[in-house]
């Protein structure tokens, strides 16, 4: 029952983790970006007066967000280039299957900010001779935004943690690095344990962050 | 332009539903145990005594942090080493499972705990009742009609988590339709059918768990 910790020979590879921990981040700043930007195009498009505009992106946003991410991302690596012919590499399905899940989510989030602003704004702006662009960009995106900062960043927190899924098609990011540690010194329990040591020591300041702007917003509206 | 051809997949119809019942199996047992585990760690989260409520924020705290596949990765290969226990696959996930969404669960059940106003427990205790029964029989159930909503959300997460157990061999949906994909060289139509049957059975819960939030909120039981 006693089992000896040995961590020195996870230390000693700590150059494949940290080719891990960059693969992690790389793909993390692209999903984040692509999701985030997506998101808010789709969220337009739900309030969109065109109907075939507005039935694609609630298709979109359902199809997404009610099928595991998972098989989203095997779908696009094993199934999409049968369809079209691209070559799809590990990265790519990662990226593709990450962004468009957090897409539909995050169009979710805006779609919630920019309905829980107050007509009134709408008609304010209207009224000092704003077109419909102008007001969203000038007057309900700048508020709706600062009240879905916290989602936006749990949103931000479950991307990272997705990043991990793209070990299943073998991209090289953390988890993946981990497995191949693992599987050099056959020391699964300290590899595991550090890789979820890194995950904790990397999102938690910022989950504490949420905490603290959550609080901070209910105080000032 | 590519021919689509689903005939060699229907035929292996009941390959998939074989998995789709492991899934369900593993959602259910980890759903079941999740609640447990989640009122258990809220309680305890919220309890005075310092020697309880730590290691339950730290419990809560890690498990909602970390990625769940590196959870399951950690519990399948790592946690054997320490117990000298042999790990079958579904143990393995519906331990990482059950223990992840109780960890969700918890956030879930404390926060309907703390909304429910102080004069219910002030009205409860002047009738004479102890701690732990206004909890069981007045706070507890307000609180329950509340995180309904919230409680749906997490179970339909939880069932889509479920696919992760694919990457340690338990026979699931997706990992039989891996399997499938292989043996008929069909993946586009595989994946194609696995995602609409993730579709269907998620679309319907969620049209179930909103026809519900929408009659507790007409018996006024419930706001929103």
Redesign the interface.
């Known amino acids: 029952m006693t089992y000896n910790w040995n961590f020195h020979d996870v230390f000693v590879n700590w150059w494949a983790l940290a080719i891990g921990v960059a693969g992690t981040l790389k793909l993390f700043v692209v999903c984040l970006v692509l999701g985030m930007s997506l998101g808010l195009v789709i969220a337009l498009g739900r309030r969109s007066q065109n109907r075939p505009v507005r039935w694609l992106s609630t298709l979109f946003v359902e199809f997404f967000r009610n099928t595991p991410v998972l098989v989203q991302i095997l779908w696009f690596y094993y199934a999409l280039p049968i369809l079209a012919p691209i070559e799809i590499s590990p990265f790519m399905a990662a990226i593709l299957g990450i962004s468009l899940n957090s897409a539909a989510y995050s169009a979710e989030i805006y779609r919630g900010g920019i309905q829980s602003i107050e007509p009134g704004q709408w008609e304010a702006a209207k009224a000092i001779g704003m077109s419909g662009l102008q007001a969203l960009r000038r007057i309900i995106l700048p508020q709706a935004i600062r009240r879905i900062i916290p989602a936006l960043t749990n949103r931000g927190v479950e991307i990272f943690k997705m990043s991990t899924l793209a070990s299943v098609v073998a991209y090289v990011e953390l988890l993946q690095q981990g497995k191949l540690v693992a599987s050099l010194n056959f020391n699964p329990l300290e590899v595991y344990t550090v890789v979820a040591a890194i995950f904790l020591i990397i999102l938690y300041p910022i989950v504490r962050l949420t905490y603290a702007v959550e609080r901070h917003l209910a105080r000032s509206d | 332009m590519?021919e689509w051809d689903f005939s060699p997949v229907l035929a292996q119809g009941g390959f998939l539903l074989a998995g789709f019942r492991n899934t369900l199996i593993l959602t259910a047992t980890a759903l079941s145990g999740g609640l447990v585990v989640g009122l258990l760690l809220a309680l305890a989260r919220l309890s005075h005594r310092r020697w309880l409520s730590m290691p339950a924020g730290v419990v809560i705290?890690?498990f909602?942090?970390?990625?769940?596949?590196?959870?399951l990765?950690?519990f399948y290969?790592?946690?054997p080493?320490?117990l000298?226990v042999e790990m079958t696959p579904f143990l393995a996930a519906a331990l990482t499972f059950t223990i992840q969404s109780g960890a969700f669960f918890a956030e879930i059940f404390r926060a309907g705990i703390v909304s429910i106003e102080k004069g219910q427990w002030e009205a409860a205790k002047a009738i004479g009742m102890s701690h732990s029964q206004c909890m069981r029989r007045i706070v507890l159930p307000q609180a329950v009609k509340r995180m309904f909503p919230s409680m749906m959300e997490r179970s339909i997460e939880l069932?889509?988590?479920t696919?992760?157990v694919?990457?340690v061999s338990y026979a699931d949906l997706?990992f039989q339709?891996?399997e499938l994909?292989q043996k008929t060289f069909r993946?586009?139509e595989v994946?194609?059918v696995?995602?609409l049957m993730?579709?269907v059975t998620?679309?319907f819960v969620?049209f179930l768990a909103a026809r519900l939030e929408r009659r507790f909120a007409r018996t006024g039981e419930f706001t929103t």
């Open positions: 590519y705290e890690v909602r942090t970390t990625p769940p596949l590196v959870q990765f950690w290969f790592g946690l080493i320490v000298a069932m889509k988590t696919t992760l694919a990457t997706l339709a891996n994909a993946p586009l994946f194609t696995v995602a993730y579709f998620i679309s969620s």
